[in-house]
T-cell receptor, first 114, second 113 residues
Framework: DTAVSQTPKYLVTQMGNDKSIKCEQN?????MYWYKQDSKKFLKIMFS???????INETVPNRFSPKSPDKAHLNLHINSLELGDSAVYFC?????????????FGEGSWLTVV | RKEVEQDPGPFNVPEGATVAFNCTYS??????FFWYRQDCRKEPKLLMS???SGNEDGRFTAQLNRASQYISLLIRDSKLSDSATYLC??????????????FGTGTLLAVQP
C-alpha cells in the first residue's frame, strides 16, 4: 500500500512537448507538495497546496502549473519542456500545522528532456 | 549564503566506525530541524527530528546548537546499510503556519566492509 504514489516513474520526452505527472496520497493528509531534485541532488520546493489551495509558490517558471482536484491529489503539468527541466520530481504530503510534521515523499518521477 | 549548508562528502568509513556530520543554517528564527536519509535513486525519508536538548535513536544521535546555528548527526558502529545521503532539513519560521522545509544538498556516506 503505497502512501504517496506518483506516475509515471520514468519519462523521456522531447523539448517543446507538454507532459503531466500525477500524484495521489492515501494518508489522509491535507497538504501536498512538489519538490524538484536536480543533477546536483539539490532538493527544492516548487509548490504546496493545502486543501486544494495554493499556499507556497516558489520562483518557478509559469510553464509549470500544479492542479489539485481534491486534497488527496496534486498533479503537475509542464508546458514547452526545456532541457533544464530534466530532474527528479518528488511529490510529498503532510498534515498542515506549525509543529513540523513529517513529510512523506513519493518515489519520484525521473524526467529526461532530450 | 545558502540557507542550509552541508559538506557533500563523500565520507568513506569502515564498518564499525563512528562518523559525524554537521550542518549549518542561516535563518536564526528557524523553528524545526530534521535529518532525512536518501538512498540512491530513492525518495528522502525522515531519519529523526532534532530537539534542542539533543536526542538519540539507537546508534544515531542528533544535536542542535541554536547559538552557533548548526545541527549534527552522529552515527556509531556504522553498518553497510547506513550507506546513503543524509539530508539536513530546516523549517523556517513564517508569519503564518506553513510546512515549507529547506533541504541541504546532503552528505554522502559510504560504509566500507
Amino acid at each position: 500500500d503505497t502512501a504517496v504514489s506518483q506516475t509515471p516513474k520514468y519519462l523521456v520526452t522531447q523539448m517543446g512537448n507538454d507532459k503531466s505527472i500525477k500524484c495521489e496520497q492515501n494518508l489522509g493528509h491535507d497538504t501536498m507538495y512538489w519538490y524538484k531534485q536536480d543533477s546536483k541532488k539539490f532538493l527544492k520546493i516548487m509548490f504546496s497546496y493545502n486543501n486544494k489551495e495554493l499556499i507556497i509558490n516558489e520562483t518557478v517558471p509559469n510553464r509549470f502549473s500544479p492542479k489539485s482536484p481534491d486534497k488527496a491529489h496534486l498533479n503537475l503539468h509542464i508546458n514547452s519542456l526545456e532541457l533544464g527541466d530534466s530532474a527528479v520530481y518528488f511529490c510529498a504530503s503532510s498534515l498542515f500545522d506549525s509543529s513540523g510534521n513529517t513529510i512523506y515523499f513519493g518515489e519520484g518521477s525521473w524526467l529526461t528532456v532530450v | 549564503r545558502k540557507e542550509v549548508e552541508q559538506d557533500p562528502g563523500p565520507f568513506n568509513v569502515p564498518e564499525g566506525a563512528t562518523v559525524a556530520f554537521n550542518c549549518t543554517y542561516s535563518n536564526s528564527a528557524s523553528q524545526s530541524f530534521f535529518w532525512y536519509r536518501q538512498d540512491c535513486r530513492k525518495e528522502p525519508k525522515l531519519l529523526m527530528s532534532v530537539y534542542s536538548s539533543g536526542n538519540e535513536d539507537g546508534r544515531f544521535t542528533a544535536q542542535l546548537n541554536r547559538a552557533s546555528q548548526y545541527i549534527s548527526l552522529l552515527i556509531r558502529d556504522s553498518k553497510l546499510s547506513d550507506s546513503a545521503t543524509y539530508l539536513c532539513v530546516v523549517k523556517p519560521r513564517h508569519g503564518g503556519a506553513t510546512n515549507k522545509l529547506i533541504f541541504g544538498t546532503g552528505t554522502l556516506l559510504a560504509v566500507q566492509p
